[in-house]
């Protein structure tokens, strides 16, 4: 068993391999000393025919991607199994077949290697992809996390030290927009296709409600409710109204026509429920350094509204480049820098959870 208190850390460069295994994207990473050297990401497009993630299948393209995957990741690296200090994996939350693959082939190589192990929380890393890059965020700040299964504002007062202070209390920002993709009969995941056509509609076209949820929590499922009778309605009424209900045919003429401006204005709500709770978390904590994080991350309305925000209530912004918002291994990389630093090893005993408690 490798040694996990009275292990001397090796000096500089610190070599770290990490790989991301969480849901349906397999990606390997080395970074060094904190920089990125490489990141290699295989897409899954198995899943596109079901219209959502299909654990099994997920886990078994892993299985044929993780080999070739890490290779290419080493060999981009320019660097040799031989040269590693650490092996860092995402342990948690995720597909647990999935996690199960990253979490056996990064146990395998830290004993084959003799080298420690990291366990890296995926919603921890989203928020240290902050740390990449020359303009990094001053500590404390807050980022506002945004991915297909979470939706969190997280104090971060260093690398190491996270607290959750707001979350959802039912849908993720991402599955907002899936689920609302989906409704409109765009194929999974619907995010980016909600993105590109907002960018040709009017955001204020049609009027979708802002939940009333008291402190720093979200909530994304009365929108989703009020989108689905807004199409059952063909626009006529948002609010369940049976007398209203359309045909189908008037129904998809009304997408058909309106498809852009209906999905500016379900970004745009989307957007304003994510920013004004920021902003309320941004003046409570007196906080100014302020990042965003997590696929959604990528959205273009929602990156072009979180820096105008930032300018006028002077904050300081940062959001990470775009292959380092959706899930990827350089985020795991930078994170198991971090607390390989701290010497925060797990024993090869470890095992994958799904769930998300960190
Ligand atoms: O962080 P991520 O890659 O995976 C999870 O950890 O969940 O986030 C995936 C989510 C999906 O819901 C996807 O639709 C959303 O991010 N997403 C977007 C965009 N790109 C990815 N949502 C809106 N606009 C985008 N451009
Ligand atoms: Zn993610």
């Excluded at 990490?18 to 897409?43: F, M, P, Q, R, Y």
């Excluded at 056996?104 to 003799?114: E, G």
């Excluded at 402190?215 to 007398?243: D, H, P, Q, R």
């Excluded at 045919?249 to 997408?255: C, D, G, N």
Aim: hydrophobic fraction near 40%; charge should be negative.
């Amino acid at each position: 068993m490798l040694p996990t208190t009275n292990y001397q850390l090796p000096t500089f460069p610190i070599t770290i391999l990490a790989i991301e295994s969480s849901c349906d994207e397999t990606s390997a990473a080395v970074c060094c000393d904190g920089k990125i050297l490489s990141n290699v990401i295989a897409n899954q497009t198995v899943h596109e025919q079901f219209g959502g993630v299909v654990p099994e299948l997920a886990s078994r393209a892993h299985l044929q991607n993780i080999v070739p995957v890490v290779h290419t990741a080493l060999h981009i690296a320019n660097c040799q199994l031989s040269s590693l200090d650490a092996i860092a994996f995402t342990q948690a939350p995720g597909l647990i077949g999935s996690l199960l693959v990253g979490t056996q082939f990064a146990r395998s190589l830290s004993l084959a290697l003799d080298k420690p192990l990291v366990a890296v929380h995926h919603m921890q890393a989203h928020v240290l992809a902050n740390l990449i890059g020359e303009d990094k965020p001053a500590f404390p700040f807050l980022c506002l996390t945004v991915s297909g299964g979470h939706t969190q504002i997280v104090l971060c007062e260093s690398p190491v030290r996270l607290k959750v202070i707001g979350e959802t209390i039912d849908d993720a920002a991402g599955e907002a927009f899936d689920k609302s993709a989906k409704m409109l009969g765009l194929p999974y995941p619907g995010g980016p296709l909600i993105d590109k056509h907002a960018a040709n509609g009017n955001p204020k076209r049609f009027k979708f409600p802002e939940p009333q949820i008291p402190g720093l929590n979200f909530s994304f499922s009365g929108l989703k409710t009020s989108i689905l009778y807004f199409l059952k309605n063909a626009g006529e009424s948002n609010v369940f109204k049976e007398a209203f209900l359309a045909d189908e045919a008037t129904r998809q003429k009304f997408i058909t026509r309106n498809l852009d401006d209906i999905c500016a204005s379900i970004q745009d709500r989307i957007i304003s429920i994510l920013l004004n709770k920021l902003k309320k978390a941004a003046t409570e904590t007196g906080i100014n350094d302020i990042c965003l994080a997590g696929g959604v991350s990528a959205n273009s309305g929602l990156r072009k509204a979180f820096k105008a925000l930032g300018e006028k209530e002077g904050w300081k912004t940062f959001i990470p480049a775009f292959e380092y918002c959706t899930d990827n291994a350089a985020m795991i990389a930078i994170t198991g820098y971090y607390k390989f630093l701290e010497k925060d090893f797990v024993g090869l005993d470890v095992s994958p959870s799904a769930r998300a408690e960190w």
